[in-house]
């Protein structure tokens, strides 16, 4: 009874085959079908490296959320050359609620405002990306996934020891809270005051104003190496003393999250204003780089995904299968109208040569009618 039973369900199993195996006596091979399989193969494998350079490429993925997080610091990370001695200009933040921030975590060095030929070429480097970067907004995908490998030459000092220290270079970072406010450059070392905070400008002759600028990094959040921020290569060159320079910032949270880096950070995009200050035309102010910045209420989270396995195999599947399909659909098409067009000309050449047996018979008929008539 267990064999009766195993046979029965080896025959059920059996019927239920849907890939029947033919003969090898009922198969033709044709010099047609090998070029054609021979066509398939070589598309499925081209088809399928290319698949694979697809399995490893990855892409950014972007959220965007309420940014719930009011009590931590802002850092801010600065690296400008201004065109001016150190002893003669004073950098500070004044936030919306006009709390003075220290700016103890600011370096003043006397540097040189001329670049070294190093330094002009980071500079040229620079402007070139972030012109891509405001064409080719995909690039900053790129800078995401990927961190230059070398340090801002910025960041070297001028070989040149005989050139004049006629610029100050502030950078450094600082700690602001999270709500609006102005980081400025202008002259005089700042004081606290009850009011706020007041510069001492009347110490400082007009002459030696000159706010031409070069912002070499700006920033905010931590430092991730690669990221080329807005403002990064910006230079501002100016022929009168009495300049204002401001920049209008919007920053935005941004969490980062890839396969090299996990960080905190944050993006940003800017207006550019400036002016010359004259009092006797109208044009009031005060001289000097002004930074206002606000904070944006969203954040957005950028995630590098890779496409999983499974689906790299069922990709791969679909272009062998689908390649496998079509070109047997294709050469069973070209197959029967070959063969509907070989037959149509076979039937032509058998009618011609029908024809011509007939005129034949004909011809050798009729003498022989002849000749019974005569006689």
Known sequence: MRRLTKKKALNLVKELDAFPKIPDSYVESTASGGTVS????????????????VY?????????EVDKDFTSKLRIN???TV???CQYIGADVLDLAETMVASDGLEYEPVNFELSPLQRIWQLTLWHIQERLRVEHSLQDVLFKSALNIAPPSAIKNDDSSAPLNACRIHGHLYVNKVAGNFHITVGKSIPHPRGHAHLAALVSHDSFNFSHRINHLSFGEMIPGIISTLDGTEKVSTESNHMFQYFITIVPTKLNTYKITADTHQYSVTERERVINHAAGSHGVSGIFMKYDISSLMIRVTEQHMPLWQFLVRLCGIVG???STTGMLHGMVGFLVDIICCRFKMGIYRNFKTSLTVQENSET??????????
């Open 56 to 64: 490893r490429d990855t892409w950014m993925k972007y959220e965007y």
């Open 38 to 53: 021979l066509i398939a193969f070589t598309f499925m494998a081209l088809l399928a490296f290319l698949e694979f350079f």
């Open 83 to 85: 065109a001016m001695k």
């Open 78 to 80: 600065i690296d400008i």
């Open 322 to 324: 689908g390649i496998f």
């Open 366 to 375: 009729s003498p022989l009618k002849e000749n019974h008539n005569e006689h």
